[in-house]
């Protein structure tokens, strides 16, 4: 990786990290170029930690984190604000303004965008996630689902290369799933890579190329969406289920990974 080739390029990690007694991550090797990327795996396996190193709110213990071509593991997360945004899985831990707009605005001025820039960018991106007309209200009179869309603006205001989301699905009814994978696709087309930590099965499989499967703080298996929903032996062990789709069109008695409802409808 240079730095030459910016945007689509890569987060990429590979090491150790220990918590006191066991490592919490161990063995990873991996690298991201472009592609959205779907991250799944049950609770406590480990990727909330993974995507905080990506960020440098961890430092690993061994091992480097290379981003842009540059090795991040003694570099804060203010260092690379600009670089790497990281929607939280819980919208409570990110939001600390009382306005909507103040907590949009406070990234992008964090990071150096002029005022006016700041302002327009926080504006359509309230007005992407469909919260313009709530900017001047308080975060904590609206409803957790449009607190976690809050946290998604506040990060796509500050226009980083790398836009990871922790769980974003949770909580979201069809508009804002709709609305979330709309953006996602936007990011992508714009050049970004996106990493996306999801419980949602059906949202891996409509919105995600290539999944990536932790258990037990290792990477189970990275590649193709198709390929990570056809193996059940991989499945079991990481304890995640195929998609609804996936399993309705296997009852059915389809041969393959159907992952979308244009493919089971074509069958
Ligand atoms: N701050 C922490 N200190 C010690 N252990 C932690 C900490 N945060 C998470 N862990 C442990 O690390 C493992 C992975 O957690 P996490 O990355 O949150 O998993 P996931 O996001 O996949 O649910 C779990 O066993 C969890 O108990
Ligand atoms: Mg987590």
């Known amino acids: ?10 987060a ?10 066991a490592p919490i991550l161990q063995g990873i090797n991996v690298t991201f170029r472009g592609e959205p990327t779907a991250i799944i795996g049950q609770n406590g396996a480990g990727k909330t930690t993974f995507v905080k190193l990506l960020k440098a709110l961890l430092k690993p213990s061994s091992g480097d984190i290379i981003i842009n071509g540059k090795n991040i ?17 819980n919208p409570n831990d990110q939001i600390f303004k009382n306005n909507v707009l103040d907590e949009v605005l406070f990234g992008p001025l964090n990071i150096g965008q002029a005022p006016e820039v700041a302002r327009a960018n926080a504006e359509i991106m309230l007005d992407l996630v469909g919260l313009l007309d709530k900017a001047g209200e308080n975060p904590y009179d609206l409803s957790l689902a449009e607190r976690k869309m809050i946290a998604v603006a ?16 949770m909580g979201q009814d069809a508009r804002g799933k709709k609305k979330l994978k709309e ?26 190329g290539r999944t990536v499967i932790f258990s037990n703080g290792k ?11 056809a193996g059940q032996a991989i499945l079991d062990t990481a304890r995640v289920e195929q998609p609804h789709l996936t ?13 979308k409802l244009e493919e089971l409808i074509k069958r």
């Open 154 to 169: 506040s990060i796509l205001a500050m226009d980083t290369d790398i836009v990871i989301f922790d769980e974003p699905t």
């Open 73 to 89: 593991k003694n570099t804060t997360a203010a260092k690379i604000a600009s670089t790497v945004g990281l929607v939280f899985q």
């Open 12 to 21: 990429s990690w590979s090491g150790l990290v220990f918590s006191l007694e």
């Open 219 to 229: 990477l189970l298996y990275d590649g193709p969406t198709r390929q990570a929903f």
């Open 183 to 208: 953006i996602i696709r936007e990011l992508y087309a714009q050049g970004k890579l996106v990493l996306c930590i999801l419980h949602d099965m059906d949202f891996v499989a409509e919105t995600f």
């Open 1 to 10: 990786m240079t730095s030459a080739s910016l945007k689509r390029e890569s």
């Open 247 to 259: 399993q309705l069109a296997c009852k059915m008695g389809y041969d393959g990974v159907l992952l």
